[in-house]
């Protein structure tokens, strides 16, 4: 779904909320398939099942106009 070394960003960032358990606040990068590129500011978080599995759950909101604003200042 996405390029390897973006992947492993993403990963990196959803295993550190399974080894902590604490919600992360994160800008993620990409690359729209027009060759663009965007942000998105993502929450991730734990979540628990009835049988003691864990997973990650999240939301995501695009930012990059933010980005592009912050980078100029």
Same mark, same amino acid.
């Given at each position: 779904?996405?390029?390897? #070394?973006? &992947?492993?960003? *993403?990963?990196?960032?959803? +295993?550190?909320? +399974?080894?902590? %358990?604490? /919600?992360? =606040?994160?800008?993620? !990068?990409? =690359?729209?398939?027009? %060759?663009?590129? &965007?942000? /998105?500011?993502?929450? !991730?978080?734990?979540?628990?099942? @009835? $049988? %003691? %599995?864990? *997973?990650? @759950?999240?939301?995501?909101? =695009?930012?990059?106009? $933010?980005?592009?604003? #912050? =980078?100029?200042?």
């Amino acid at each position: 779904l996405w390029p390897l #070394e973006v &992947a492993r960003v *993403y990963r990196d960032n959803d +295993l550190l909320v +399974l080894k902590d %358990g604490c /919600m992360q =606040e994160v800008v993620e !990068k990409f =690359e729209n398939p027009d %060759g663009s590129v &965007a942000y /998105m500011q993502c929450h !991730k978080f734990l979540i628990h099942d @009835g $049988r %003691g %599995g864990r *997973y990650v @759950g999240g939301s995501a909101v =695009e930012v990059t106009e $933010r980005v592009h604003a #912050e =980078e100029s200042l």
